[in-house]
């Protein structure tokens, strides 16, 4: 079993999984920012972006083998989803430009093969924010690299969340952060690791 946490840049995702790890004694599986081609695509965004998701696509598939492999009973909790990497960051690259129609066809003809063969998550919990709270959030963590981020972008971001998330059909819990916000009340936080608890041995039985 695995739980998959989705959401934008700065909705909580991370702090969540640590959150449900410790809560539940699942392991941790937490976003990897190594990419051979990172640099690349940074300087030359529409030579290089192709690339950047092909290898972020494969080392998904790969990580989500390897819990399907795992002996029943080793549980595991996932930041971000190889769903988000295609149907929000692909796309949005498309949109924007930066990742020509022909090389976005050809990434999600692979994208679509490679889900349809690939362990779902016992449950996907989507972390639903509004642009204000992104930003805060991401002002509150103070990453030097994520202060270039703009609001438009992240609004962006949004809507393609908004629409992948409205589309999955799977076992999924969507936390309103506006209004839960786990990251600073504890009351909410209790509230939403004993929801997501409680779903979770609702698909044990």
Do not use: C
């Not at 699942?26 to 092909?54: C, K, T, V």
């Not at 690939?118 to 989507?126: A, C, E, G, K, S």
């Not at 270039?148 to 609004?155: H, M, Q, T, W």
């Amino acid at each position: 079993m695995y739980i998959a946490i989705a959401g934008n840049i700065g909705s909580g995702k991370t702090y969540l999984t640590e959150l449900l790890s410790e809560r539940l004694g699942w392991e941790a599986q937490f976003e990897e920012s190594e990419n051979p081609y990172i640099g690349d695509f940074y300087e030359d965004m529409h030579r290089w972006a192709f690339n950047l998701q092909i290898y972020f696509l494969g080392k998904r598939q790969r990580q989500i083998d390897a819990i399907a492999a795992r002996p029943e009973g080793e549980h595991v909790v996932v930041d971000r989803t190889i769903y988000e990497d295609a149907r929000v960051f692909a796309t949005n690259l498309h949109q924007a430009g930066l990742l020509a129609t022909r090389d976005y066809t050809t990434y999600m003809q692979l994208y679509e093969f490679t889900v349809a063969n690939l362990l779902r998550p016992t449950l996907l919990v989507y972390l639903r924010a509004s642009v204000p709270t992104l930003v805060s959030q991401i002002q509150r963590r103070g990453r030097a690299y994520e202060a270039s981020i703009d609001a438009d972008y992240l609004e962006g971001l949004n809507q393609l969340y908004e629409s992948w998330i409205a589309d999955y059909d799977g076992p999924k819990l969507i936390v309103d952060v506006d209004r839960e916000d786990f990251v600073t009340d504890p009351a909410a936080r209790e509230a939403i690791l004993s929801r997501i608890e409680q779903h979770v041995h609702g698909l044990e039985q």
